[in-house]
C-alpha cells in the first residue's frame, strides 16, 4: 500500500509565497514521475508541473517563472514552491505520481488534495 500526502496549503495575498510538500510512503520501490495538479471551482483539473524521473521538469504556461517543482529522493518528496502568487492559483492542488511497488507493479496514485486560496 502507497500514501500520498500533501501538506502546505493555505491562504495568502496576491504576491505571497507557498511551498507546498506531497510525500509518498508505504510499500515503495522506485518512484518514477511525480506532478502537481490543481482544480480550481468549476474547472477541469489542470497539469501545473510534472517532473520525470530523470528530474526533467515542465510547467503550465499559466504558472512559468513562478512555480518551481523539486523534490528529495531521499524522503520521497515533492514540492512546488509557489511564488508571485494570483488570485487565479487559487485551486485545490493534488500531488500524483507513478510508484512502483515491491512487487515490481507500477501504478499510479493521488493525494488527498490541499487548498490554496489567494486573496486580492
Known amino acids: 500500500q502507497v500514501q500520498l500526502v500533501e501538506s502546505g496549503g493555505g491562504l495568502v495575498q496576491a504576491g505571497g509565497s507557498l511551498r507546498l510538500s506531497c510525500a509518498a510512503s508505504?510499500?515503495?520501490?522506485?518512484?518514477?514521475?511525480m506532478r502537481w495538479y490543481r482544480q480550481a471551482p468549476g474547472k477541469q483539473r489542470e497539469l501545473v508541473a510534472p517532473?520525470?524521473?530523470?528530474?526533467?521538469?515542465n510547467y503550465a504556461d499559466s504558472v512559468k517563472g513562478r512555480f518551481t517543482i523539486f523534490r528529495d529522493n531521499a524522503k520521497n518528496t515533492v514540492y512546488l514552491q509557489m511564488n508571485s502568487l494570483k488570485p487565479e492559483d487559487t485551486a485545490v492542488y493534488y500531488c500524483?505520481?507513478?510508484?512502483?511497488?515491491?512487487?515490481?507493479?507500477?501504478?499510479?496514485?493521488w493525494g488527498q488534495g490541499t487548498q490554496v486560496t489567494v486573496s486580492s
Open positions: 500524483n505520481a507513478d510508484i512502483q511497488g515491491l512487487d515490481y507493479m507500477n501504478r499510479d496514485y
Open positions: 517532473m520525470s524521473s530523470g528530474g526533467v521538469t
Open positions: 508505504g510499500s515503495i520501490y522506485r518512484i518514477n514521475s
